[in-house]
């Protein structure tokens, strides 16, 4: 109580605000240093993930082993939970530098085998695993960051505004690593990665936020803490809803715009790293249209009711994209795409952690992170269709699946996710 209050008056009312709902949230210190943490930390990892994909796919000719390189970056999904148990203990700050931390030493790691010329495909499998334990994890912690020290009517806006640092990193940071790699070759790049993360981590270090929850003198079960997260989700229709569907869109629309764009890049279009490039920033500039728009009509929006509407429209964008016989389409729908993708999965995080309370924001956004586990699943399931079916066959099977199973999830708890009463579309 007393954080809301001291969080409330650090904060002018959102109404008086010149711009209502977009830069409002940087009334907030915490929020002036997390913003370009989480900026520089987005850029940094969609540089070094096209630069290492693209590197996997030339020097081993295998899709498969680049799917395998896309799934260990989302290995630690199935240990969120206890990154999210963390910071509701010791404090989400902490955890996140720790992250932050490692994703710099890792970083630092690669560009010194690069430079001695002892770097192999194996190395990068390797480095990739040992990052992805954490990596799924900070998006978690940055979001109940957000949620901690900020007030809650400027909740939505400022998902919306945060989200842009990944967008932006898609958007331009994928054009910066693919730009890099072509031109000073991947030890240099990664010198440039590294000192990007470390400028992150230092500027996290300025965030606000608690201390956690747990109490001097009492003890309580690891077990019995996790199990009490996952409860609250199970209890909550809306929650478990949200998490079916992201665990969908996790297993079907995500792999199509991520692991396998190297491959449509190469073996569809015919393209170089710098046309690869530009079929990821297309996605993450629609994405980042998105989130702005997000940002500015936020307190206008009815949070499950655009989770469901826009996954719909994401699928039928996806498709859209098989269907193109080349990459200027191809690159239109992408950028459709991303704008649904925003608006669909931008307020289901705003649902969850409005819907958490201050206790379990760590643990529910854990549980979250969970769902991405879908996205190695459809990656490995994806490459090996490739191999038998095709591209386009099994794109087209995903987007099909992915349209079934959410008007599934519609029907099955409408209740809870359509009225514009319900809590879950509480503005």
């Known amino acids: 109580m007393e954080a809301s209050q001291a969080r409330a008056a650090e904060a002018p009312p959102l109404r008086r605000a010149r711009w209502p709902a977009l830069f409002a949230p940087f009334g907030i210190r915490s929020f002036r240093f997390q913003f370009p943490a989480d900026l520089l930390t987005s850029w940094g990892t969609e540089m070094e993930t096209l630069i290492l994909g693209w590197y996997i796919l030339t020097e081993t000719g295998s899709v498969l082993l680049l799917t395998v390189f896309g799934a260990l970056q989302y290995l630690g999904t ?23 931390l490692l994703y710099t030493l890792l970083a630092g790691l690669i560009a010194t085998l690069a430079l001695t010329g002892l770097l192999r495909p194996a190395h990068v499998l390797g480095i990739a695993a040992l ?104 209890d909550t229709p809306a929650a478990l809803a949200a998490m079916l569907l992201a665990f969908l869109v996790n297993l079907t629309a995500f792999p199509l715009t991520l692991g396998l764009l190297p491959f449509v890049a190469r073996d569809v279009y015919g393209m170089d790293q710098t046309g690869l490039g530009t079929l990821v920033a297309s996605f993450a500039l629609g994405a980042l249209i998105g989130s702005i728009a997000i940002g500015i009509m936020g307190p206008r929006l009815r949070p499950a009711r655009m989770m469901l509407i826009f996954s719909f429209a994401w699928y039928l964008m996806l498709l859209g994209f098989v269907a193109m016989p080349g990459p200027n389409g191809g690159r239109a729908m992408l950028l459709l795409a991303g704008a649904a993708q925003s608006f669909s999965m931008v307020p289901m995080a705003v649902m969850l952690l409005a819907g958490a309370g201050a206790r379990f924001r760590g643990r529910i956004m854990g549980v979250r992170m969970l769902a991405i586990y879908g996205l ?52």
Do not use: K, Q
């Open 78 to 100: 199935l240990i969120a939970p206890l990154f999210g148990l963390a910071g509701d203990r010791v404090g989400h700050r902490r955890v996140l530098c720790g992250l932050r």
């Open 131 to 234: 990052a992805g334990l954490v990596r799924p994890s900070d998006l978690a912690m940055r979001n109940a960051l957000v949620a901690e020290t900020m007030p809650p009517d400027r909740l939505m806006a400022t998902m919306g505004l945060s989200r842009t640092t990944s967008d932006s990193a898609r958007t331009l940071g994928s054009l910066a690593g693919a730009g890099l790699f072509a031109v000073i070759g991947l030890g240099p790049a990664y010198v440039a990665i590294a000192s990007i993360y470390a400028t992150g981590f230092a500027l996290t270090l300025g965030v606000g936020g608690g201390r956690g929850f747990a109490t001097a003198g009492v003890r309580r079960s690891v077990l019995r803490d996790l199990r009490e997260g996952l409860e609250t989700v199970w």
């Open 376 to 427: 190695p699943i459809g990656l490995l399931l994806a490459g090996a269709l490739i191999d038998r079916i095709g591209f386009v066959a099994t794109a087209t099977a995903y987007c099909l699946a992915g349209l079934t199973l959410t008007a599934a999830i519609a029907v099955r708890w409408g209740a809870a996710l359509w009225p514009a009463e319900a809590a879950a579309n509480a503005r």
